[in-house]
C-alpha cells in the first residue's frame, strides 16, 4: 500500500532529494515550499497520511507547521527534517544530512510505512 506523504522544505535542493527518496521508498510524495502551502495541501487532500517538515523555515516554522497540521488532522503522522534546530513537541525527527537508508530507516520505525 501506497502512502501520500506531505514533503514541507523552502530549499527545492532538498525538496527534490527527498521526494526521489520518498518515491523510492513506494511512497507518494506531495511537496510544498511553505507553511501555508503545506496546510492548504492538508485541507484539499484526505488521502495524505504522513507529514515530513522542515523545521527551520521562515514565517510559519515546522514547529508552528506541526501544531496547526495536528488539529486539522489528529491522525497524521509527523517527522521533523532538520540541520541544526533542536527537537521539540517529541515529534521524531532525522538530521540533515541523511542518506536514504537512513530515512528509510526512520520511517519504517517512526511512522509504520513505506
Not at 23 to 29: K, R, S
Not at 43 to 67: F, K, R, V, W, Y
Amino acid at each position: 500500500m501506497s502512502h501520500t506523504v506531505l514533503v514541507v522544505d523552502d530549499d527545492p535542493a532538498v525538496l527534490d532529494v527527498l521526494v526521489g527518496m520518498l518515491e523510492d521508498l513506494g511512497c507518494n510524495p506531495i511537496s510544498a515550499r511553505s507553511g501555508p502551502d503545506a496546510l492548504d495541501r492538508l485541507e484539499q487532500n484526505q488521502d495524505i497520511s504522513i507529514l515530513i517538515t522542515d523545521i527551520n523555515m521562515p514565517g510559519m516554522d515546522g514547529h508552528e507547521l506541526a501544531e496547526l497540521a495536528k488539529r486539522i488532522r489528529p491522525e497524521l503522522k509527523m517527522l521533523q527534517l532538520s540541520g541544526r534546530e533542536p527537537r521539540r513537541g517529541g515529534l521524531p525527527m532525522i538530521r540533515k544530512p541523511f542518506s536514504f537508508e537512513e530515512l528509510a530507516d526512520v520511517m519504517r520505525r517512526t511512522t509504520g510505512t513505506c
